[in-house]
């Protein structure tokens, strides 16, 4: 079955996202809607896009003291998104009081949002990690911890780099979701994400979904752009790991 990538809105209003899902009309999408746009616009952007039927990832990386964010994704289940997440770092007792909210907050007769767990962003180095954060481990040891962490609290997955999705695999099982952006395709920039893969590879590494912002939202020609990257990602002739029996 073909899935959709993960396409990120990253733009400032409402009105420049109308523009840029133009050429999108009558495609129902999979979209992320990160902070940028979010505190711009409210709920009101997730109630758009809901009408134009596109599923939604609700991108706000929540990460405070358990009862703010269990409140506070009580709040965000209620706009019926199809997924949202927190960081790691927040712990354990974070993470699950986030789906004590989720399943609270979630309409009656309506399916919980998932709850992803961040790792380690995509933009951090194994350098920064260690000099910044002070932690002595190498990055793969940091984020497939997390992984088991965040599958220990009950999150139904993480949001990792490609490089990382084989090791927590072994760790957490194919069924473990890996949601992966810092992907690009092989003639772009990689900006300001250190850890980049192409969404072929992707896929054979064992990503479960996509994450796609500035590779589409950039191109010249954005639906030709998106085409090639669903393309890619749907293309399953060579599988360098094998989901099943990891
Ligand atoms: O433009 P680009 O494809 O790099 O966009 C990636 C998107 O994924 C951005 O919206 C970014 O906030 C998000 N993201 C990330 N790394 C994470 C989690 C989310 O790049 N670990």
């Known amino acids: 079955m073909e899935t959709e ?19 999108f009309y009558g ?9 940028e746009l979010y505190f711009q616009n409210g709920p009101a952007i997730i109630e758009a896009l809901k009408a134009e039927n596109h599923r939604i990832f609700l991108d706000l990386k929540l990460h405070d003291i358990p009862n703010t964010v269990k409140q506070a994704m009580k709040g965000l289940a209620k706009l019926g998104v199809d997924m949202v997440n927190v960081h790691a770092a927040g712990g354990r007792r974070m993470m699950e009081a986030a789906l004590e909210g989720l399943e609270a907050g979630t309409p ?18 194994e350098l920064e990690m260690q ?3 002070l932690v002595a481990v190498s990055l793969e040891e940091s984020v497939v911890h997390y992984a088991k962490l965040a599958k220990a609290a009950g999150c139904n997955g993480v949001v990792c780099s490609v490089h ?27 900006h300001d994400q250190s850890r ?6 992707a ?35 060579k599988p360098l790991v094998r989901n099943s029996g990891l």
């Not at 007769?109 to 180095?125: E, N």
């Not at 054979?204 to 010249?220: D, E, F, H, N, P």
């Open 5 to 23: 990538p993960i396409l990120a809105l990253d733009f400032p209003d409402w009105n420049q996202t109308k523009a840029f899902l133009a050429p």
């Open 27 to 35: 495609k129902p999408l999979y979209v992320k809607v990160g902070m």
């Open 108 to 125: 009656a007769g309506t399916s919980r949002p998932l709850l992803l767990a961040v790792t380690q962003l995509t933009s951090t180095s």
């Open 131 to 133: 000099s910044e954060q």
């Open 164 to 190: 990382e999705a084989v090791k927590i695999s072994e760790a957490c099982g194919a069924e473990f979701l890996k949601v992966t952006p810092g992907i690009r395709l092989q003639t772009d920039q990689s």
């Open 196 to 201: 980049v893969a192409d969404p072929k590879t």
């Open 203 to 237: 896929r054979q590494l064992g990503a479960s979904m996509i994450v796609v912002g500035r590779s589409i939202t950039k191109a010249l020609d954005p639906l030709q752009a998106y085409q090639q990257v669903k393309k890619l990602w749907n293309d399953y002739s």
